[in-house]
């Protein structure tokens, strides 16, 4: 139930192309959604991220598509570039403490390594 | 200029040291964590703490210890009871106005030898 699944594992788009990371989860007490980018040999960075009582938020280039009822959401990365070639992980946040504390846990998806070909 | 940062970047260790990672932060952010990253495995949860002097297990804590002296330093210890120790090791911190933001280190990596 504390469980994030990913996919795909890995994912080759031309430049140019949408790219969609897909992300499945089974605990309904989670109420935050975030995605982080990775590149190699760095720390992952938040990328864009999205509450259950939304159902798209769009940044840039870069959609989160939220069901609430399938309990899954995606990232959507339009006009790929290979800039964006990185490792992309979904999460999903769990309260450690009552409202007013500090400090969430997250629950990782294992990743999706990008390659946007040029 | 503000973040976090972890020493060394590269660690090597022999088999039976323990060794210890260093992850300091100047964002004034409460709380802090250690996640481990394995290839294909994503990000484990191995400590959290939310205050000085406090801190709590997370999903792979065993072989591991933590301190939290002080608010901007929450150093990782990887014991010889760790049987796996080779990963790349990533500290993280959160702010109380926006706990569900975390912030990463740029990681260390050890390689037992």
């Known amino acids: 139930q504390q469980q994030v699944k990913q996919s795909p594992q890995s994912l080759i788009v031309q430049k140019g192309g949408i790219s969609i990371i897909n992300c499945a989860y089974e605990?309904?007490?989670?109420?935050?959604f975030p995605w982080y980018q990775q590149f190699p040999g760095k720390g992952p960075a938040l990328l864009i991220a999205?509450?259950?009582?939304?159902s798209e938020k769009k940044e840039g280039r870069f959609t989160i598509s939220f069901n609430k009822s399938a309990k899954q959401f995606s990232l959507h990365i339009m006009d790929s570039q290979p800039g964006d070639s990185a490792t992309y992980f979904c999460a999903a946040s769990k309260k450690m403490l009552p409202d007013g504390q500090a400090g969430t846990a997250l629950i990782f998806g294992k990743g999706t390594t990008l390659s946007v070909s040029s | 200029d503000g973040g976090i940062t972890q020493s060394p970047k590269y660690l090597f260790r022999k088999e039976g040291q323990n060794v210890t990672l260093s992850c300091e932060q100047n964002l004034n952010h409460d709380a802090m964590y250690w996640y481990r990253q394995d290839p294909g495995q994503g990000l484990r949860l191995i400590y959290y703490s939310q205050i000085v002097n406090d801190f709590q297990k997370g999903d792979i804590a065993e072989g591991y210890s933590v301190s939290r002296e002080k608010k901007e330093s929450f150093p990782l210890t990887v014991t010889s009871a760790q049987k796996n120790p080779t990963a790349f090791y990533l500290c993280?911190?959160?702010?109380?106005?926006?706990?569900?933001?975390?912030?990463f280190g740029p990681g260390t990596r050890l390689t037992v030898l």
């Open positions: 999205i509450r259950p009582d939304v």
């Open positions: 993280a911190s959160s702010s109380h106005r926006t706990p569900l933001t975390q912030y």
């Open positions: 605990n309904t007490a989670f109420d935050y």
